[in-house]
Nanobody
């Protein structure tokens, strides 16, 4: 069993930055692909970014590519999402997710086995 706890959300002005963290429990974190999703009010949960088990490959949604960076520290069992150049349309609850397969297999929510409780990111214009 894996538990994921997100932190780092908050309110920021457009153009600002935030760094989200997702701390994981369990011994197998270093073997999992990890991802961030987000869900805005009234919208479906959508893929944001993913990273494979060793950080060697990363993947991004078109809407965030060039502004967001996903990374991980397996020694700390933590995955990060650095968000720069934030826009009001980035406002959402951000969720961390873990896939027990080490490599990224796709953006579908059903590919991920464990989820955190989410952290709110609000960007004012």
């Amino acid at each position: 069993q894996v538990q994921l706890v997100e932190s780092g959300g908050g309110l920021v002005q457009a153009g600002g930055s935030l760094r989200l963290s997702c701390a994981a429990s369990g011994r197998s974190f270093s073997r999992y692909a990890m991802a961030w999703f987000r869900q805005a009010p009234g919208k479906e949960r959508e893929f944001v970014a993913a990273i494979n088990w060793n950080g060697g490959s990363t993947y991004y949604a078109v809407s965030v590519k060039g502004r967001f960076t996903i990374s991980r520290d397996n020694a700390k069992k933590t995955v990060y999402l650095q968000m720069n150049g934030l826009k009001p349309e980035d406002t959402a609850v951000y969720y961390c997710a873990a896939d027990t397969i080490p490599t990224f297999t796709g953006t579908g929510r059903n590919r991920f086995d464990y989820w955190g409780q989410g952290t709110q990111v609000s960007v004012s214009s």
